[in-house]
């Protein structure tokens, strides 16, 4: 299974964007899907997950704000952002880590 991260782009402070996380094959057997970002000279942090029974995590730098979704049946898990702020700007990549795959990453900016 091959992951394919699209949506990112530029957004001014307070606006949304979302974020899809398209599969090559199933994601029914993946426990956990997720969604992580890297900003320039910080470490990757995870945003958001959801396992396979539909029960989120989010970290509270995002919690209200973010908002991860699965869909079994089209193979996607993509991450709605709402009241973006400039401190959210990085790369995000989708990825099904306990599987170790990672799709390629895709830019957010938000602009003040």
């Known amino acids: 299974v091959q992951l394919q991260a699209s949506g990112g782009g530029l957004v001014q402070a307070g606006g949304s964007l979302r974020l899809s996380c398209a599969a090559s094959?199933?994601?029914?057997?993946?426990?956990?899907m997720a969604w992580f970002r890297q900003a320039p000279g910080k470490q990757r942090e995870l945003v958001a997950s959801i396992t396979r029974a539909n029960i989120t995590y989010y970290p509270d730098s995002v919690k209200g704000r973010f908002t991860i979704a699965r869909d079994n049946a089209k193979n996607t898990a993509d991450l709605q952002m709402n009241n973006l702020k400039p401190e959210d700007t990085a790369v995000y990549y989708c990825?099904?880590?306990?599987?170790?795959?990672w799709g390629q990453g895709t830019q957010v900016t938000v602009s003040s």
């Open positions: 990825a099904a880590p306990l599987e170790r795959l």
């Open positions: 094959g199933s994601i029914f057997s993946i426990n956990v």
